[in-house]
């Protein structure tokens, strides 16, 4: 291998490097034989003048492989996974994964725990009582066989380099750059022994992607990846300017997730779920088109059989089933506040800002400022109103859950400086965008 000073030397002058250069210098990064302070000046390199698909695909290649990649050929059916780029409210994978798995399909899914702003589906299922999502790799393939469905958290053996890697870019300023993203995402998805793959890449104020054409372009990096890889992977790009649904927060997002399971409306976060079941159930083989898959998955929400498939998968890994039964009775989920409209006040909800109450809702207790913070599972926001509800004088706008009630003021004000009231209403834009496969965009 050419010596680490001169990789970082051509890469800073530009040049691109070769598949075998990159999985050397991934291989001994891992194995300690490169010091933290020589990956730090190449990732600033590579941020600074860019990698090609082919140096992405062979960084994907290399953090794949510096791990266990698990086999679930045993496990009948096409196996076909979710993953979202990240957002406020995003309780999907808790309603999609048995959801699907209750139409066929299998659903591996291995998922992260909450940072910053936004939520992690790790946390979430923590909040019940009991779950447990500490499963090692025989148990995982087992369950999936057995039950059609499994959720646990990364192993220390699945793509070790992302997790040194990851360390590494958060404290140099490099995370916000595609091929790293791209490549940390997709090296942690393909381990899990996936068929296929879904991808919700979320835009707006509350996701990673500010803009509609940073958002496109990871879709396009990271389903090119899938597709290299020789798993079909669709991308749905979806609106992240404002939560998704009404609860932000763990068991707040849990007990909303119970209510979709049985059959309750929340527009915009079921016409998201469905939206990706449709191309999951698609993409398994047990739907014609998406299209069928979305009708599929409203049968087995109207039948019963996706919440049936949650209480089975949330009972086998441990938890409480009593709290998905009567949600009401989880200790600590009672409100310890709650915002009401100014006085006087009467028009319309005209904008909620995620980034904003994804950072409220951390202080409250949701979520972590880095990654040795606990959480507090039952903290949040359940927002009474949304984008576009009437206000009248006197509403509850939303309610707040958290410990410290010392700041509760402190919140209202926070929460009333990331909402904007209108006295006229204002058109809410669709959740879903577009949707990209195989190398073309179309829209959603
Ligand atoms: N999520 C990941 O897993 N990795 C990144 O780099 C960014 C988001």
């Given at each position: 291998?050419?010596?680490?000073?001169d990789l970082?030397?051509?890469?800073?002058?530009?040049?691109?490097?070769?598949?075998?250069?990159i999985?050397?210098?991934?291989?001994a990064?891992t194995?300690?034989?490169?010091p933290?302070?020589?990956?730090?000046?190449?990732?600033?390199?590579?941020?600074?003048q860019g990698?090609?698909?082919?140096?992405?695909?062979a960084?994907?290649h290399?953090?794949?492989?510096?791990g266990?990649?698990?086999?679930?050929?045993?496990?009948?059916?096409?196996?076909v996974d979710?993953h979202?780029?990240?957002?406020?409210g995003?309780?999907?994978s808790?309603?999609?994964a048995?959801?699907?798995?209750?139409c066929?399909v299998?659903?591996?899914?291995?998922?992260?725990?909450s940072?910053g702003?936004?939520?992690?589906?790790?946390?979430?299922?923590?909040?019940?009582p009991?779950?447990?999502?500490d499963?090692?790799?025989?148990q995982?393939r087992?369950q999936?066989a057995?039950?059609?469905?499994v959720?646990?958290?990364?192993?220390?053996?699945?793509?070790?380099?992302d997790r040194?890697l990851?360390?590494?870019r958060?404290?140099?300023a490099t995370?916000e750059?595609?091929?790293?993203?791209?490549?940390s995402?997709?090296?942690?998805?393909?381990a899990?022994g996936i068929d296929?793959?879904v991808l919700?890449?979320?835009?707006?104020?509350?996701?990673?992607?500010?803009t509609?054409?940073?958002?496109?372009?990871l879709?396009?990096?990271?389903a090119g990846?899938?597709?290299?890889?020789?798993?079909?992977?669709?991308?749905?790009?979806t609106d992240?300017?404002?939560?998704?649904?009404?609860a932000?927060?763990n068991?707040?997002e849990?007990e909303?997730?119970?209510?979709?399971?049985?059959g309750?409306?929340?527009p915009?976060l079921?016409?998201v779920?469905?939206?990706?079941?449709g191309?999951?159930?698609?993409?398994g083989?047990?739907?014609?088109?998406?299209e069928a898959?979305?009708?599929q998955?409203?049968?087995?929400i109207a039948?019963?059989?996706?919440?049936?498939?949650?209480?089975?998968l949330?009972e086998?890994?441990?938890g409480?089933?009593?709290m998905?039964h009567?949600p009401g009775?989880r200790?600590?989920?009672?409100p310890?506040g709650?915002v009401?409209?100014?006085?006087?006040?009467e028009?319309?909800?005209?904008?909620?800002d995620?980034?904003?109450?994804?950072?409220?809702?951390?202080?409250?207790?949701s979520g972590?400022a880095?990654?040795a913070?606990a959480?507090?599972?039952?903290?949040g926001?359940?927002?009474?109103?949304?984008?576009?509800?009437?206000?009248?004088?006197?509403?509850?706008l939303?309610?707040?859950h958290?410990?410290?009630?010392?700041?509760l003021?402190?919140?209202?004000?926070?929460?009333m400086?990331?909402?904007?009231?209108?006295?006229?209403a204002?058109?809410?834009?669709?959740?879903?965008r577009?949707?990209y496969?195989?190398?073309?965009?179309?829209?959603?």
């Amino acid at each position: 291998m050419r010596a680490v000073i001169d990789l970082i030397y051509a890469k800073r002058e530009g040049e691109t490097l070769g598949r075998e250069t990159i999985e050397h210098l991934i291989e001994a990064y891992t194995a300690d034989e490169v010091p933290d302070y020589q990956m730090s000046a190449f990732l600033m390199a590579a941020f600074l003048q860019g990698l090609d698909a082919d140096e992405t695909a062979a960084l994907t290649h290399a953090m794949l492989y510096s791990g266990e990649v698990l086999d679930l050929a045993e496990v009948a059916g096409v196996k076909v996974d979710k993953h979202s780029t990240g957002g406020v409210g995003d309780k999907v994978s808790l309603i999609l994964a048995p959801l699907v798995a209750a139409c066929g399909v299998p659903v591996p899914m291995i998922s992260g725990r909450s940072l910053g702003h936004s939520g992690g589906t790790l946390d979430k299922l923590e909040s019940i009582p009991g779950f447990r999502t500490d499963l090692d790799t025989q148990q995982y393939r087992q369950q999936l066989a057995d039950l059609g469905v499994v959720m646990i958290g990364q192993t220390a053996e699945i793509a070790p380099a992302d997790r040194k890697l990851y360390a590494l870019r958060d404290v140099t300023a490099t995370v916000e750059f595609i091929p790293f993203i791209a490549a940390s995402i997709m090296s942690k998805k393909l381990a899990e022994g996936i068929d296929a793959l879904v991808l919700d890449v979320k835009v707006g104020k509350g996701a990673f992607m500010k803009t509609e054409a940073q958002a496109r372009k990871l879709a396009e990096t990271l389903a090119g990846i899938g597709e290299d890889f020789g798993k079909p992977t669709v991308a749905l790009l979806t609106d992240m300017n404002t939560p998704l649904g009404y609860a932000i927060g763990n068991w707040p997002e849990v007990e909303e997730s119970i209510a979709c399971l049985k059959g309750a409306d929340v527009p915009d976060l079921m016409e998201v779920t469905y939206a990706l079941a449709g191309e999951m159930l698609w993409l398994g083989g047990v739907a014609d088109s998406p299209e069928a898959g979305i009708a599929q998955a409203q049968s087995a929400i109207a039948s019963g059989a996706a919440f049936e498939k949650f209480v089975e998968l949330v009972e086998v890994q441990g938890g409480d089933v009593n709290m998905l039964h009567h949600p009401g009775q989880r200790p600590g989920r009672e409100p310890a506040g709650e915002v009401v409209a100014p006085d006087g006040f009467e028009g319309y909800i005209t904008d909620l800002d995620a980034l904003a109450l994804g950072q409220l809702s951390t202080r409250m207790g949701s979520g972590r400022a880095t990654s040795a913070d606990a959480v507090d599972p039952t903290a949040g926001i359940t927002l009474v109103k949304h984008l576009g509800d009437p206000v009248q004088p006197d509403d509850t706008l939303a309610h707040l859950h958290t410990r410290h009630v010392a700041q509760l003021d402190a919140y209202r004000q926070a929460f009333m400086e990331a909402i904007t009231l209108g006295e006229e209403a204002e058109p809410v834009s669709p959740r879903l965008r577009d949707r990209y496969y195989r190398g073309a965009w179309q829209s959603a």
